[in-house]
């Protein structure tokens, strides 16, 4: 746009410096009515324009600038004339020491042949300093998509300023663009999906490193709960190998040494019943004499429990001899205190396996 703005430019420029009474062949390729209007002389091409080109030049604006009057050179200003709103004109005016020479009307089809040539799917509008609309133009895809509905999410607006107060003495125009918003591709998918597959990837793998860290943390506990319950089932030899410098580490460490004691406190208690009968039956081969009942050995047999008054049950080893609640007199005395040892010692023996 601005290329073919100066293009005009230079054209009236070299128009204006060699004083032509005609119109070069060039310039109709970029304007549609060009007027000479200074006090020496008045022509327009179409002939008889002058007159209406200048009435239109002094009432346009467009937020044009002040031309210096004090200048010999040639200076271009541009106004835009909004006589006709539904067709703005875009003018170009040479000014010498702030006199008015020559006057010339953009042609809109080479002004804005840029933005016709955008895409069909596009539209652009140009507004001048003051905010009024200078053009508007839309592809024939854009128009139809806005007819049919399309949401407006799906269309992107870009907004661009033109600075032309250095070049041609006026305002900023605006270029605002509307167009459909254009999917981003990798490898003929949407970047969306890709960006899609890589989070689900990302958390599929910090899943799996989770999981396996938990198991990694959880994996002593478990061998130390099967290895409680062999030792429950009474299993020798069970020992737990674990070997770390963590908590986890001093409960393996700790394990192993209760093991080793219960291990130790049930060897003790296996082999405690034989030392203890064995204590018995030298206790009572120590602490009674022999009895005899007339030449005849005699067994007897203490009572469960011993009070007072209780007598032992004994039998003769004679022939023929039966067991007797009573034992006779004269070895009453020695079978009741036989007796009476024996439960004292079956008493102790099972206070010492209470505790």
Same mark, same amino acid.
């Given at each position: ?13 070299a ?13 109709g390729r ?13 022509a327009?091409? $179409?002939?008889?324009? =002058?007159e209406?080109?200048?009435?239109? %030049?002094? #009432?346009?604006?467009g +937020?044009? *600038?002040p @031309? ?14 909004h ?30 042949? $840029?933005?016709?040539? =955008? ?5 652009? %509008?140009? #507004?001048?300093?003051? +905010?009024? *609309?200078? @053009?508007h ?6 128009t ?16 661009t ?82 070997e770390?410098?963590?908590?986890i ?5 700790a ?19 034989r ?44 022939p ?6 009573t ?29």
């Amino acid at each position: 746009m601005l290329d073919r703005l100066l293009a005009g430019k230079s054209l009236l420029l070299a128009q204006a410096e060699a004083r032509m009474q005609e119109a070069p062949p060039g310039l109709g390729r970029v304007f549609i009515q060009v007027a000479r209007v200074d006090g020496e002389a008045t022509a327009s091409w $179409p002939p008889h324009i =002058a007159e209406e080109l200048f009435i239109a %030049w002094t #009432t346009a604006g467009g +937020g044009a *600038l002040p @031309v210096p009057p004090d200048r010999a050179a040639f200076e271009v200003q541009l106004r835009v004339d909004h006589s006709l709103p539904s067709q703005p004109r875009v003018m170009l005016g040479t000014h010498r020491r702030g006199a008015l020479v020559w006057l010339a009307v953009f042609d809109p089809d080479y002004l804005w042949g $840029p933005l016709t040539d =955008a895409g069909l799917d596009t539209a652009w %509008w140009v #507004t001048d300093a003051r +905010g009024q *609309l200078i @053009v508007h133009r839309a592809g024939e895809d854009f128009t139809l998509r806005r007819e049919t509905g399309q949401a407006q999410d799906d269309v992107i607006e870009t907004s661009t300023a033109l600075f032309l107060g250095g070049e041609l003495l006026t305002g900023d125009w605006r270029f605002t663009q509307r167009a459909p918003r254009q999917p981003v591709l990798w490898y003929g998918a949407p970047l969306s999906l890709w960006l899609g597959l890589v989070a689900a990837a990302a958390l599929l793998m910090i899943a799996m490193l989770s999981h396996w860290r938990i198991r990694l943390a959880l994996e002593p506990l478990s061998q130390l709960t099967r290895v409680t319950r062999r030792l429950a089932k009474g299993a020798a030899g069970t020992r737990v190998d674990i070997e770390r410098d963590d908590e986890i580490g001093e409960l393996a460490q700790a394990f192993n040494e209760m093991a080793v004691r219960i291990e130790t406190q049930f060897d003790a208690l296996e082999g405690w019943p034989r030392s203890t009968a064995t204590s018995l039956r030298a206790r009572r081969s120590s602490a009674l004499p022999a009895m005899r009942c007339n030449g005849w050995p005699c067994t007897i047999r203490a009572p469960a429990r011993w009070w007072p008054g209780a007598t032992a049950s004994w039998r003769c080893d004679r022939p023929g001899s039966r067991r007797r609640s009573t034992p006779p007199g004269w070895c009453s005395t020695i079978a009741s205190s036989r007796a009476k040892a024996d439960s004292t010692a079956s008493r102790r023996s099972r206070r010492t396996c209470s505790r």
